[in-house]
C-alpha cells in the first residue's frame, strides 16, 4: 500500500519552534509596562527618590533619679552609683589668723636713730617688713621705739614688745 499523505518533516524545525516557545513564555511572565503620565504628575518625581520635606530628629531624655528608689541609671554606666549618692557638704570655716610669735631680741643706736632687732632683723621706726616666724613669714611695721620695748603693727594689730618678757 502506498502511503499517499506527505509526511511533514518536524524535526529540522524543531530547535526553532523550542527557542520560540521560550521567547513567548518569557514576554508573556514581564509585567506590562507603566504608562507615561501626562501633565504635572509627569513633572514630579518618585515619591521614592525624594527625601521626607521635614527631618526629624530623635531626642535623647535622661532622667536623673531624685531618690534611692527611682529606678532611672546612667545610660552609659548602668551599674554605676554615682547618680544615687547624696551630695557630700564641706562646711568652709572662716580661717582664724595664726598666732606669729616675735621676740624683741635687742635694742641699739642713739636716742635720735634707735634699731630694733625683732626675730633676728634689724628694724628702723616707720620701717616695714617681714620677719620669719614659726609658721612661715610675718609682715609688720615698727611704729615707735623705746628704752626697753618696741610698739609694732601686726595685721593691722598693735602689739608692745619687751626686752624681758613680764616686766
Not at 507615561?36 to 532622667?63: D, I, Y
Not at 551630695?87 to 635694742?107: D, Q, S
Not at 617681714?130 to 618696741?150: C, F, T, Y
Amino acid at each position: 500500500m502506498l502511503n499517499l499523505q506527505p509526511q511533514l518533516q518536524i524535526r529540522p524545525f524543531l530547535p526553532a519552534v523550542v527557542v520560540l516557545g521560550l521567547m513567548v513564555t518569557a514576554l508573556c511572565a514581564q509585567t506590562p509596562s507603566a504608562k507615561k503620565p501626562t501633565g504635572a504628575a509627569a513633572k514630579a518625581p518618585a515619591a521614592t527618590n525624594t527625601a521626607p520635606a521635614e527631618l526629624t530628629v530623635p531626642v535623647s531624655v535622661f532622667h536623673i533619679p531624685t531618690s534611692p528608689q527611682d529606678p532611672a541609671k546612667d545610660p552609659f554606666f548602668p551599674q554605676s552609683t554615682r547618680l544615687r549618692s547624696k551630695p557630700t557638704v564641706i562646711a568652709t570655716t572662716t580661717a582664724l589668723p595664726a598666732v606669729v610669735e616675735l621676740e624683741l631680741k635687742g635694742i641699739s643706736g642713739a636716742a635720735d636713730r634707735r634699731l630694733a632687732i625683732i626675730n633676728s632683723r634689724t628694724f628702723a621706726v616707720g620701717e616695714e617688713g617681714e620677719v620669719p616666724a614659726s609658721n612661715g613669714r610675718a609682715r609688720l611695721q615698727v611704729v615707735e621705739i623705746k628704752n626697753d620695748s618696741v610698739v609694732v603693727l601686726l595685721n593691722g594689730e598693735q602689739r608692745v614688745l619687751r626686752l624681758r618678757p613680764g616686766l
